[in-house]
């Protein structure tokens, strides 16, 4: 059975844009750069939670029968994602957690673990998530173990975590950091910041 697409918009953001007649709810979300959503939205299916959209609620409703309704929202600083979908391109995960926003509750439906989202910044410890990706232009200078990176319990996993930084020469990253354009691997040296890993001295081309 084809998904059914709607998007139905909260009841006060509803309210708000009465009469303005601007076109789809979607088009209501700020950019993703900005630290704040202009609003949510409730997609019925993950078929229609958009790309470089998160999910932030998952519950069962009768307007989204035989569908979970998912609350969705561009991403933003702090935002915590059910891991549904993808972690958003540039965005990197700071903690993991269970929350009951992303269980739809009752006996045999699916409960996820929460990832709580941020932009990079100097210093930033994002965790090895099995799809993470250090973003565009940051490198990698300590590899770490973190109650953050863990959804804690048995069997649930832990992952390291990863400090980013900004390029700067002689800065010394992991072996397993990226290098962005413009930079490469120099002097090799023997550091306990890395877990076991060599480090690099960055130097420009």
Known sequence: MQARRHFVMLPLLAA???GIG???PVARYRSPLESQPLASLVACGLSQVPADHVITLIRSSSTCSPYF?????A???????CKLTPVPTGWVVTRISSPSSCTAGGIGNPAYFGYTLYQPNAGIVMCSVPDYVVPSGWVVTQILS???CTAGGIGNPAYFGRRLQLPATGLVVCASSPVPTGWALGTRVSTSMCNGEWGYKLRTL
């Open 16 to 18: 708000l844009y009465a």
């Open 22 to 24: 601007a076109a789809s």
């Open 69 to 73: 309704a998912y609350t969705i929202t």
């Open 75 to 81: 991403p933003y600083d702090g935002v915590v994602m």
């Open 146 to 148: 973190t109650s953050n």
